[in-house]
């Protein structure tokens, strides 16, 4: 959040990505596609599924064989739910970073008086293990929405030969100057890499700029 003054893409500006689109060339929305397909989606997806070896190479909806059927590497399921919990967080995560510019301490505790400023959109921090996670129902509503619209999305990119899908990989390639045409491809001999790489201690949030 360093380079974007703790500023954070609102959703709308994430979903529009996938929107199908002449102009391949504008900056701020190719920064928003690299970040969330490079970065956020493995938080969504997990790193087993949406590790440096898949996307570097794959799109979302490319597959692979899960129990004998085809599996989309990130699943509507997985990308909505990640888009769940960026939305329910985004506002939370900007206020931390403004208060700690701001040299001060945040809410240890829900004594502190403040600790209301910081809660999060969808969930209840006085749920405890209630059924449906301690997710209010205006959030359950929102993860059948995005899911929706994400497979809508996906359908019509399809039918436009994966472009957008096609842009993100190309954008996150060039990025992380990618050259081999897959993980394999200039691989020291010994020990093997294709197992999972270790999931992210923590979630980052950076754009460039």
Known sequence: ????????PTV???LDIWKQRE???????????VWYVDSW???????EYWN???????????TFQYDGKPRDYVTPASEAFGLLVYDNCRDKWMKQYEWKQQGK?????????NWKMFAAKYTDPNSGSKTGGGWKPEGLVKYE??????????VEDAANQNKMQQLALDLV????????????KGRKRGKATDSPEPAPKRVTVELEN
Do not use: C, H, W
């Not at 390639?173 to 897959?182: D, F, L, V």
């Open 1 to 8: 959040m360093n380079n974007n003054d703790g500023q954070l």
């Open 12 to 14: 709308d500006e994430v």
């Open 23 to 33: 102009d391949k060339t504008d900056e701020r929305k190719n920064n928003i596609m």
């Open 41 to 47: 989606l493995e938080q969504a997806a997990t790193s």
């Open 52 to 62: 440096k070896k898949i996307r570097y190479f794959k799109m979302p909806t490319s």
């Open 105 to 113: 301490a945040l809410p240890k505790g829900k004594k502190d008086p």
């Open 145 to 154: 929405e995005y899911m929706n619209l994400i497979k809508k999305l996906r």
């Open 173 to 184: 390639r060039e990025k992380n100057e990618i050259t081999a045409t897959s993980p394999n």
